[in-house]
């Protein structure tokens, strides 16, 4: 039965949370109505999700579930926050390929494809813009961080020269922040 609870329980939560922090107070709200664990307990659960790699929701179901029911219950926690969008994710995965000789699905991927791509480069010029320059600075090539411009320019050339994976250019950022930051 608590199998069952925790399932449909953290499905309620994807379900109806955004992700990330948007999904704290519905999964402390959730077990603490349910008496899985105490508000303190939860905290530190969700301390441990934020510090662990991976999604803030599924870090904490599998934390919950396995704090619960053991690993039974990890699965299961885990399983049902994970089923909103898996099952979305497959039903938009089975129109897609359902229509994909269609020339109406290739034109509307052909207007996706570079807003995807206009989107990743607005990302870009905004983090560049915080991580660049002085903070309230008017933009100026005085205001920037040549140090910080440094490391990026190393780390993006040696990444894709060397196929650095992403642990280890994160720890030549590090390195070199140390040394140049």
């Given amino acids: 039965m608590v199998l069952l609870e925790l399932?449909?329980?953290?499905?309620?939560i994807g379900f109806f949370s955004f992700g990330g922090l948007t999904m704290i107070p519905v999964i402390n709200d959730e077990?603490?109505?349910?008496?899985?664990?105490?508000?303190?307990?939860?905290?530190?659960?969700?301390?441990?999700?934020?510090?662990?790699?991976?999604?803030?929701g599924?870090?904490?179901a599998t934390f919950v579930g396995l704090r619960t029911a053991g690993v039974m219950g990890a699965f299961?926690?885990?399983?049902?926050?994970?089923?909103?969008?898996?099952?979305?994710?497959?039903?938009a995965a089975h129109f897609i390929m359902k229509l994909?000789?269609?020339?109406?699905?290739?034109?509307?991927?052909?207007?996706?494809?570079?807003?995807s791509m206009g989107m990743l480069l607005a990302v870009a010029v905004t983090l560049s813009q915080?991580?660049?320059?002085?903070?309230?600075a008017a933009m100026k090539l005085s205001d920037v961080h040549w140090n910080l411009v440094v490391i990026a320019a190393v780390c993006g050339v040696l990444m894709f020269r060397l196929k650095l994976?992403?642990?280890?250019?994160?720890?030549?950022?590090?390195?070199?922040g140390l040394l140049i930051g």
Avoid: Q, Y
Avoid at 35 to 45: K, Q
Avoid at 50 to 55: C, I, K, L, Q
């Fill in 7 to 12: 399932f449909l329980s953290f499905m309620k």
């Fill in 31 to 56: 077990v603490l109505v349910h008496g899985w664990m105490t508000a303190d307990e939860v905290m530190d659960i969700v301390a441990v999700a934020e510090m662990t790699p991976g999604s803030l």
């Fill in 58 to 60: 599924i870090n904490c």
């Fill in 76 to 91: 299961s926690a885990t399983l049902g926050v994970m089923a909103p969008s898996l099952t979305l994710c497959m039903a």
């Fill in 100 to 115: 994909k000789d269609s020339g109406t699905m290739e034109n509307a991927m052909n207007g996706v494809r570079p807003v």
């Fill in 130 to 136: 915080t991580t660049f320059w002085a903070e309230g």
């Fill in 165 to 176: 994976t992403i642990p280890k250019t994160i720890l030549l950022a590090a390195v070199l």
